[in-house]
């Protein structure tokens, strides 16, 4: 499954299934083919992923600081991380709040 999220405000922002899947939970809902954030929601959603965008760089630093201490070196992260992921999101939210206008999926 893709995730299409789309609004009125700004352009669609495409996320794999599991990757859509991850954010649609942080920001409080339950995956599924359709659904909508309301513009009152924003300001909550948007807090609740920046405050995990912060949790996931948070753990990496930890993780690098033991493996420090410990004499190895942890491999590069792979892939896309959490901060790149949700940013197109988080600026889709941004400007729709602005705009008074909701972020729709599957429809």
């Known amino acids: ?3 299409k999220f789309k609004s009125k405000a700004a ?5 794999t299934g599991p ?9 409080g809902k339950e995956p599924a083919p359709k659904g909508i954030i309301e513009p009152s929601q924003m300001p ?3 807090a609740a992923l920046e405050r995990a965008v912060l949790e996931d760089e948070a753990a ?4 690098e600081e033991e493996a420090r201490a410990e004499g190895r070196t942890l491999p590069p992260r792979e892939g896309v991380t959490l901060r790149q992921r949700v ?6 939210m941004r400007r729709a709040h ?10």
Not at 11 to 15: F, P
Not at 60 to 63: C, K, L, S, V, Y
């Open 98 to 107: 602005a705009a008074d206008q909701e972020i729709v999926w599957g429809v």
């Open 60 to 63: 990496r630093e930890r993780a």
């Open 11 to 15: 352009g669609d922002v495409i996320m």
């Open 19 to 27: 990757a859509g899947d991850h954010i649609v939970r942080l920001i």
């Open 87 to 92: 940013w197109p999101l988080i600026e889709m």
């Open 44 to 46: 909550a959603a948007t």
């Open 1 to 3: 499954m893709l995730y």
